[in-house]
């Protein structure tokens, strides 16, 4: 009924747009994950807003040199990184605003199949007292709520990023969805070789 | 006896999970297969995946929580796990780096309006 290849777009192309933003506005470094899919289709529209995005903070940073530029002599260095520090908020807050309204927007155009799974996508999460309870298993003291609310979300990404790339393996090999170990395995492998899987269990001696 | 050591493709009917199949590293009770398999639909997968992939993902991301615990352990407050020292692990995966700022920026932002409301009730 689905046809997988569009509907994993789909959805691909609703879980990308999120970190599409951030880093933009963060880090600014890794577009790695998300211009790592490879489907065109998705490509074209994730590339089409990263670019509103890049242009948007590049306009930004260009205003904010000039102004910094004309009024350099006047206000001393703590005012200075105070106001740019307001200027860099307020951008933020709109450039959150302008995100709201996309995603609104696009939640809006969404079909029934669509909401269930965005749906699924929002509201799955670990169970905090499962997470809270390996957690403390393995460190052998108690450990404050912001740690176990920051791993369970740390292994939802982790979850996604394996998913993600079992669909990729899948639609690679001409398969379809349900993904079956093979396509499971084949992803670990194509993570661990990019080390977005931590193994410490294998110690590469670099001198002996 | 030669008959159970078979049953590792079959464990979805044993769901005690105890002795009889052993799928990989769990000897343990499945803890996450409700949840996972939403994810996985989420995600993008089937909206009935395959056990055996639940199964799968979820030794992963139960390694995964072990390998991220004790690297925390080793850094920062030797013993303990911290939020400062999860996000450093984290700091060179954008994704998940952005993630971590976004849920703890949300808890607070919870815990004061949730705080606000409570003065707000009793002030009245």
């Not at chain 1, 600014?28 to 994730?46: F, K, L, M, Y």
């Not at chain 1, 205003?63 to 106001?83: M, T």
């Not at chain 1, 927007?105 to 749906?119: A, C, H, K, P, T």
Request: overall charge negative; aromatic content about 6%.
């Amino acid at each position: 009924m689905a046809d997988p290849a569009r509907v994993k777009t789909e959805a691909g192309f609703g879980e990308a747009s999120t970190p599409a933003e951030r880093p933009k506005q963060g880090e600014g470094s890794g577009d790695g994950p998300v211009s790592g899919s490879t489907a065109s289709e998705p490509a074209a529209g994730q590339t089409s807003m990263k670019e509103d995005g890049k242009a948007r903070s590049e306009d930004a940073a260009a205003g904010e040199e000039e102004e910094e530029g004309s009024s350099s002599l006047h206000p001393p260095p703590a005012k200075k990184l105070k106001v740019e520090h307001d200027k860099k908020k307020e951008k933020r807050q709109k450039v959150d605003e302008d995100e709201i309204q996309k995603m609104q927007v696009l939640v809006s155009s969404f079909s029934e199949e669509q909401l269930n799974r965005y749906e699924m996508y929002r509201r799955s999460a670990f169970p905090k007292a499962a997470i809270k309870r390996l957690i403390q298993s393995i460190t052998g003291s108690s450990v404050s709520q912001n740690v176990v609310i920051a791993m369970s979300g740390i292994a939802k990404v982790f979850a996604g990023e394996i998913v993600e790339e079992a669909l990729d393996v899948c639609e690679k090999w001409g398969d379809t969805p349900p993904l079956q170990p093979k396509h499971m395995r084949e992803a670990v492998r194509r993570l661990k070789s990019r080390e977005q899987i931590p193994n410490t269990k294998h110690k590469h001696i670099l001198f002996h | 006896m030669a008959e159970e050591e078979d049953d590792p493709g079959f464990d979805e009917d044993l769901d005690d999970g105890g002795n009889g199949g052993d799928s990989g590293q769990g000897k343990r009770k499945r803890l996450f297969s409700k949840e996972l398999r939403c994810m996985m639909y989420g995600f993008g997968d089937d909206q009935n995946p395959y056990t055996e992939s639940v199964d799968i993902l979820e030794d992963l991301v139960i390694e995964f929580i072990t390998e991220m615990t004790h690297k925390a352990m080793s850094i920062g407050r030797q013993g303990r796990v911290q939020v400062e020292d999860i996000v450093f692990l984290i700091r060179k995966d954008p994704r998940k780096f952005a993630r971590v700022k976004d849920l703890l920026t949300m808890n607070e932002e919870l815990k004061k309006a949730r705080k606000a409301f409570d003065e707000a009730n009793y002030g009245s």
